[in-house]
């Protein structure tokens, strides 16, 4: 049994760094609080509240490859396993700008959004549900696909 293919396309994306710089300095005043209402435990506590989402936002990356096969998806620490969408059910793709910034994995009445970075994407249009992939490259990602896809779409 074959392997999987390798990649002709990768693009790796981490959240911007505002993000992180956001969640302590909303945090700040969590130790403060709770320290004055708990003592020593509740600024303790409040530290913990505001490194915990660090601890996901930091290491946070989304993963985007294209192979002879399909396009993966991989946003860890959400996924375990890359998502893939073969290129069998790909009807279409174009270029998109949203019209406001979102982060991370959402759904949303048109299907699942993956978005590290930005407001630049590529739509993938599928029977059923479509996908949002953001890019900071996103005319080599829509190039790299319609080089992979030997059958055109849908094919």
Known sequence: MAG?????????QRFEPWISALVV???????????????????????????????????????????DDGLSIRFFPFHRRARHVPFSEIESIE???????????????????????????IRIRRAGRDVFVG?????????ALQRSDRDGWGG
């Open 25 to 67: 300095v909303t945090g700040v005043p969590a130790p403060v609080v709770l320290g004055a209402v708990m003592g020593v435990r509740g600024v303790l506590l409040g530290i913990v509240l505001v490194l915990a989402p660090l601890a996901v936002f930091v290491p946070a990356r989304l993963t985007t490859d294209v192979t």
């Open 95 to 121: 270029r998109v700008q949203l019209s406001a910034s979102s982060y991370g994995v959402g759904w949303t009445r048109n299907g699942w959004t993956y978005t590290a970075a930005g407001t630049e994407g």
């Open 135 to 143: 890019t900071q490259r996103p005319e080599e990602l829509i190039a």
């Open 4 to 12: 999987p293919s390798a990649p002709v396309y990768t693009e790796e």
